[in-house]
Structures are given as C-alpha cells and as structure tokens.
C-alpha cells in the first residue's frame, strides 16, 4: 500500500481491508447474536453517502430477516466535523413501529448520532440502536453508550471504505489517514556541542517551535518556582532531572504551540525512558520522530567550548571542572545509548559538529531539507 494523493492533500495507509473485514465480521457476530431468533424484520438505517460500503458488508453477513432504509442528511464540507446538527434531506422509506440500528461509517463528536436517534424517535421506530463502523473515543461527548462499534481510531482525518475527503476517496478499499506535515526534529549531542547555538536558527528557517528543556528549567530557576527549585541543585551537580518534569513540559509544548510547521527538540530525550515517552506522545497525535540531527564532537572539544560558554553566559553549570565532567558522563552513560536507539528506528542522522558556526549551520540545514 502506497499514499494516496486526493485533491489537495496525502494520505498515508492506515487500516487495511483485510483487518475491516475482520472487524466488521465480529461486529456483524455479536448483532447476529442479539437479534436472532427475532419476530420482526429490524431496519438498518444506511446514513449515506459515508456508510454505503458498510452497511452492504454488514448486511451481507446478518443471519435475521431485516429491511434497509437510508437516510441522507445535509453534509459537512472539508477535513473537520463542524458540530453542527444536520438536517434530513430524505430517507427511502417508513421505520414507523420498527426497531431500527442506525448504521454509521464513523461518530466523534456524536452530534449526528444524537440527531439521528430523535428522527428515528419522531418518525415512530420503537427502538433505535447504533451501529458504527469507526469511532473516535477522544472526541465522543455523548453519555449514550454506542451499542455495537467494529473499529476505535485517534481524531485523525480518514478516507477509504466509503469515507471521503471533498468527494473522493470512498471507493478506496483500504482505509487512509490524512498524512501530517508536521515535522519533530531532535538535535542530539553532548553538551557543548552545540545544539543551543543553531536550534534558534534552524527553528526560524524552518518555521519550527525551538523547545529547550535546558532554557525551560533555567527559566523555572529564574523564577524561583517550586519546579525550578528541585531542578537547581541536579542542574548545578550535572546531575539530569527527573525523567517526569522534563516529559511533562514537552507534552505541555506539544499541546499548545499552534501554528508551527513542527518541533525541534533540543536537550530532550536526554534517556532511553524519556525517548520511549517521546514515541508514546506523538503516536497519540498519528505522528512520530521525523528525524534526529546528532551534533558530534570529541570529549576534548566539549570542555574547551563549555569553558567558553561559561565566559560569555555564565551558567552556574558550566562553572567547575567537576559540574562539567559530571555531565560529560551523565551525558555517556544515559544519553548516548540514545544513538542506538534512534539507529534502530532509523531516524538518526549524525553531523560533524566541528568547525565554524556557519559551517556547522549550513550542515544541518541540508540535512534537515532531507528529513
Ligand atoms: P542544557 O541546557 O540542555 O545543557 O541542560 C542543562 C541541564 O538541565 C542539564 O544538565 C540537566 O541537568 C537539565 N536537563 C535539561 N534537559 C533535560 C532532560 N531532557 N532530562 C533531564 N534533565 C535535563
């Protein structure tokens, strides 16, 4: 399976027919089970155009006699559902004193589910129970429990399977999700190597939200709040902080920086936990590290550079020779196993951080064009 491109936009694969059929064969099961035996012919209620292909593969597998009805209602246009309540349009036929299972490609907000259940109520069904081929738990705010659901999803944007993007897409077999143009950059490398010094720029170049841990626990200090006082003294010893504060802002940032075309972690996954905390958080959102620039540079270099960091900003942390040699093994022991972590993933790219600034700039630029 390869993206797809529809008007405007790319989809990438998603869930693949075989793992619908699955899922609609289960779903199709535990209906079977509630409704044999039964002394009435249930309607499914196709609401069009989305769930035409559901419906027919549901149907296809009931066991108990049962009608068809569909119904269509006003849509809306674009990648997000407005909330809004629909209007009917039509509906092919009466559910007047039948039990009806609305049968839904997908619910999240269940606005329209809401809606449906009070037509079905008007028009006289004598019981309405709901069907849907996809839901998205974090986005339901309905306390009615949906009675029979083949497939959870995230909130992304999906097509395939009789959903579609603008009109397009409903014939795709397989299901795609809109394919994010959001990029998460990780700058790695020691301390001194650099990574402050270029992130401001490469964030500017690339229209990325630059975040620092580093700048971010040294601001708590500044501050003097209760956070930036249990950082101080690890800071001051090279010591790291825990793996709990540091992922705790960094999801902080994620979720509310907007307008950003990505991210550029600078200082951040400093462990293997935290790494491991990074692919949990971005998963949730469909997303995953786009690629890691690792600044390299050798142990001597790193003292020479923090020496003359010291000299220009004066961090407490960059004062003594013990400080400095503390983060050079805290940096050996619990971060660079990082390198091999990100090799894995296939996502580390490694630089050679020695040399100019604007060498070293132009370096990562190129690379991050590539990512
Ligand atoms: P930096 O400015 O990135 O050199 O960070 C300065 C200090 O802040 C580090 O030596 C750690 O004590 C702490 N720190 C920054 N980022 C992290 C992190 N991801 N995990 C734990 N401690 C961190």
């Known amino acids: 399976m390869s993206n797809v491109r529809l008007h405007d936009k790319t989809f990438r694969p998603f869930i693949e027919y075989d793992k619908i059929e699955e ?96 037509i079905m109520e008007a028009n006289g069904a004598t019981e309405t129970k709901i069907c849907t081929m996809l839901m998205k738990p974090g986005c339901y705010k309905l306390d009615k429990k949906l009675d029979y659901v083949a497939m959870e999803i995230p909130d992304d944007f999906i097509v395939g399977f009789g959903l579609d993007y603008d009109g397009l897409g409903r014939n795709i077999k397989d299901i795609y999700v809109l394919d994010s143009d959001m990029k998460y950059y990780i700058l790695f490398g020691p301390p001194g190597a650099g990574k402050g010094t270029q992130a401001a720029g490469m964030a500017e170049r690339f229209n990325l939200c630059h975040i620092s841990t580093g700048d971010l626990l040294r601001g708590e200090m500044a501050k003097g709040s209760e956070l930036g006082l249990k950082a101080k003294a690890l800071i001051e010893a090279g010591e790291l902080v825990p793996d709990e504060i540091v992922e705790g802002m960094i999801e902080n940032k994620f979720d509310t920086v907007k307008d950003v075309s990505g991210f550029l972690l600078d200082g951040f996954p400093r462990t293997i936990a935290q790494a491991e905390a990074l692919d949990r958080m971005l998963a949730k959102k469909g997303e995953s590290v786009s690629g890691v620039v690792s600044l390299m540079i050798p142990d001597e270099m790193i003292k020479e550079r923090i020496k003359h960091r010291a000299a220009i900003e004066g961090r407490a942390d960059d004062a003594s020779d013990e400080t400095i040699s503390n983060r050079i093994k805290t940096y050996h022991d619990k971060t660079e196993p990082l390198v091999d972590y990100y090799k894995k993933a296939g996502a580390y790219n490694e630089i050679d951080g020695t040399g100019t600034i604007d060498e070293v700039r132009d370096r990562i630029a190129l690379l991050m064009e590539r990512i």
């Open 23 to 118: 899922a609609i064969d289960r779903v199709a099961a535990r209906i079977n089970e509630d409704y044999q035996g039964s002394k009435d012919a249930p309607v499914l209620l196709c609401v069009l155009n989305g769930s035409i292909l559901f419906t027919a593969e549901l149907m296809k597998r009931l066991t108990f006699k049962c009608e068809i009805v569909c119904i269509k209602l006003t849509s809306y246009v674009g990648i997000k559902s407005t909330g809004e309540v629909r209007d009917v349009i039509g509906m092919t036929g009466s559910v007047e004193g039948k039990r009806v299972i609305i049968v839904e490609d997908i619910v999240d907000s269940g606005r329209t589910i809401e809606n449906l259940v009070r």
